[in-house]
């Protein structure tokens, strides 16, 4: 077996152990098709959103480097959803273990025709064993039928079981991943998604834009109705004072003092 360390050595200008600024960082491999695009976005950038008070990094489809060794071995593509739990928030090239002390806690492979076999054999064991992620997740967007959940228990991999509503938990995030049927940049299918304990979906951006435009119509109607409402105690104001000035008039007529008038 070659070693890691003379592999770097004999690589020019990379200094030991190297950083994600000298690591290759794209493979040039795009996504398996627009849809896996879209479901990636739909499961990172709500969490992203949800979680943005906590110390944590969720990246997807880039290098994660748990070997020296990859740096010729770049066959093993990254994560398509990888979570890490207690670290600054900031950007990153490639997430480098060595580097960052620490790898993901969470892992989410999208299965395509090309990558099933690879994300739930290879992949399955690397994350077990080498980068022991703690829990590992599978879907295949275009057959949501085909979805699993790990959670390492005594060094490997033990298989979760889905909930009386048919959910996977994940424990590290405390929230659930669920099967979600509806219309997503016009695409209508069976999504994987993030949602709480109690089942409240974790909103996308198109979602919560439009919770905010609901919400702001709801206040502008809610104003439009206090305004309406002050409006009309104004015109009743007026009219009382109106016919008290007008009573105050009659009286005077006849010779009466209204200041008399207990």
Same mark, same amino acid.
């Given at each position: 077996?070659?070693?890691?360390?003379?592999?770097?050595? $004999?690589?020019?200008?990379?200094?030991?152990?190297?950083?994600?600024?000298? %690591?290759?960082?794209?493979?040039?491999?795009?996504?398996?098709?627009?849809?896996?695009?879209?479901?990636?976005?739909?499961?990172?950038?709500?969490?992203?959103?949800?979680?943005?008070?906590?110390?944590?990094?969720?990246?997807?489809?880039?290098?994660?480097?748990?070997?020296?060794?990859?740096?010729?071995?770049?066959?093993?593509?990254?994560?398509?959803?990888?979570?890490?739990?207690?670290?600054?928030?900031?950007?990153?090239?490639?997430?480098?273990?060595?580097?960052?002390?620490?790898?993901?806690?969470?892992?989410?492979?999208?299965?395509?025709?090309?990558?099933?076999?690879?994300?739930?054999?290879?992949?399955?064991?690397?994350?077990?064993?080498?980068?022991?992620?703690?829990?590992?997740?599978?879907?295949?967007?275009?057959?949501?039928?085909?979805?699993?959940?790990?959670? %390492?228990?005594?060094?490997?991999?033990?298989? %979760?079981?889905?909930?009386?509503?048919?959910?996977?938990?994940?424990?590290?995030?405390?929230?659930?991943?669920?099967?979600?049927?509806?219309?997503?940049?016009?695409? $209508?299918?069976?999504?994987?998604?993030?949602?709480?304990?109690?089942?409240?979906?974790?909103?996308?951006?198109?979602?919560?834009?439009?919770?905010?435009?609901?919400?702001?119509?709801?206040?502008?109607?809610?104003?439009?109705?206090?305004?309406?409402?002050?409006?009309?105690?104004?015109?009743?104001?007026?009219?009382?004072?109106?016919?008290?000035?007008?009573?105050?008039?009659?009286?005077?007529?006849?010779?009466?003092?209204?200041?008399?008038?207990?």
């Amino acid at each position: 077996m070659s070693n890691p360390t003379q592999i770097l050595l $004999d690589i020019p200008e990379i200094e030991l152990p190297p950083t994600q600024d000298q %690591l290759p960082y794209d493979d040039g491999i795009p996504m398996e098709t627009a849809r896996h695009k879209l479901q990636m976005d739909l499961l990172i950038e709500p969490l992203s959103h949800a979680l943005q008070d906590q110390d944590i990094y969720i990246g997807g489809n880039m290098f994660v480097y748990y070997s020296l060794a990859q740096v010729r071995n770049q066959d093993f593509r990254g994560p398509d959803v990888f979570i890490v739990l207690d670290v600054p928030r900031k950007e990153r090239k490639s997430w480098v273990i060595w580097e960052e002390g620490k790898g993901p806690d969470l892992v989410i492979e999208l299965l395509s025709e090309s990558t099933a076999q690879r994300d739930k054999n290879e992949k399955k064991l690397i994350y077990q064993n080498q980068m022991r992620v703690t829990e590992y997740f599978w879907y295949d967007p275009f057959n949501p039928k085909d979805w699993q959940g790990f959670r %390492l228990d005594g060094g490997d991999y033990q298989p %979760l079981e889905l909930d009386t509503k048919g959910q996977l938990e994940s424990q590290k995030l405390g929230l659930k991943l669920v099967r979600w049927s509806g219309i997503f940049y016009n695409i $209508d299918t069976v999504w994987l998604r993030w949602a709480t304990l109690e089942g409240e979906l974790l909103p996308n951006s198109q979602e919560r834009e439009k919770t905010a435009q609901e919400n702001a119509e709801t206040e502008r109607q809610r104003a439009e109705t206090e305004r309406q409402r002050a409006e009309t105690e104004r015109q009743r104001a007026d009219k009382a004072e109106q016919k008290a000035n007008r009573l105050v008039e009659l009286l005077r007529a006849a010779g009466i003092d209204p200041d008399q008038i207990e």
